[in-house]
């Protein structure tokens, strides 16, 4: 009878422990879904809640038997590590997340002030490096294989997006100039795309001043697009944007 009892009690008391772990750990504002900055100190908040809930439970339970007791207490500590593990994981996730955030704030920001600057070498300069310090400081810890390739990865944007601010103000010479800089640090999809709005850019060129010809010469717009659209294509004669249409 005393063991049936044991039994019993140890299943009751497991339920009860593993509902108030579940509330620890999912509940509202549980260790587990809190986030960025909520989550800072969990671990250390978890380690003293659960010693409390696990104190409780056994405190709570009666056994009859000193190897059913023990055999509770096993359970229970086998339980809060892997409710450590969870949470500890999870802080370290939130922590990685932060620091995550504010790097991307920073070259968000940096980035932005070169873009306004695009033809300021110094301010160009200065904003590169700053991007690269933020890097090593949020990821110098994991090793020079990443760095090296979180480095090219956050160059080749920046230099897209310095070239982005340059054709937008019409730029075509620093757009170029830029891209040969940082043609080095760019996924090879990425320099094609860039390489082939270069050429739609002088082609663009090319059918402007094509149609202004024949504006000069008395020929209408409509006319003048009807005549490029019964053209092939155009011939690029000179890199730096001089050609004739077919």
Do not use: C
Request: charged share 25%.
């Amino acid at each position: 009878i005393h063991e049936q009892e044991d039994r019993q009690n140890v299943l009751a008391a497991m339920d009860s422990y593993n509902q108030g772990m579940s509330k620890l750990l999912n509940g509202d504002k549980g260790y587990l879904t809190r986030e960025m900055d909520d989550a800072k100190g969990i671990t250390d908040d978890y380690i003293a809640k659960e010693k409390e809930l696990r104190e409780q439970t056994l405190g709570s339970t009666k056994l009859h038997f000193r190897g059913n007791r023990m055999g509770l207490e096993h359970s229970l500590n086998g339980s809060a590590q892997q409710g450590f593990n969870k949470v500890m994981s999870w802080q370290q996730k939130q922590t990685e997340a932060v620091k995550e955030l504010h790097t991307n704030n920073i070259i968000t920001s940096l980035t932005e002030t070169a873009q306004s600057d695009y033809n300021n070498p110094l301010i160009v300069k200065e904003s590169k490096e700053g991007i690269l310090r933020a890097l090593a400081l949020a990821h110098s810890t994991k090793g020079a294989d990443y760095m090296e390739a979180a480095s090219r990865k956050t160059l080749g944007a920046f230099g897209i997006s310095l070239m982005d601010a340059a054709y937008a103000h019409n730029d075509m010479a620093a757009a170029a100039e830029i891209y040969q800089d940082y043609k080095p640090f760019m996924t090879p999809e990425q320099r094609n795309k860039y390489e082939q709005k270069a050429v739609n850019l002088q082609v663009g060129d090319l059918q402007r001043n094509f149609i202004d010809g024949l504006i000069k010469k008395g020929i209408s717009v409509e006319e003048g697009l009807k005549q490029i659209d019964a053209m092939d294509g155009y011939t690029i004669k000179n890199v730096n944007g001089q050609g004739i249409p077919e």
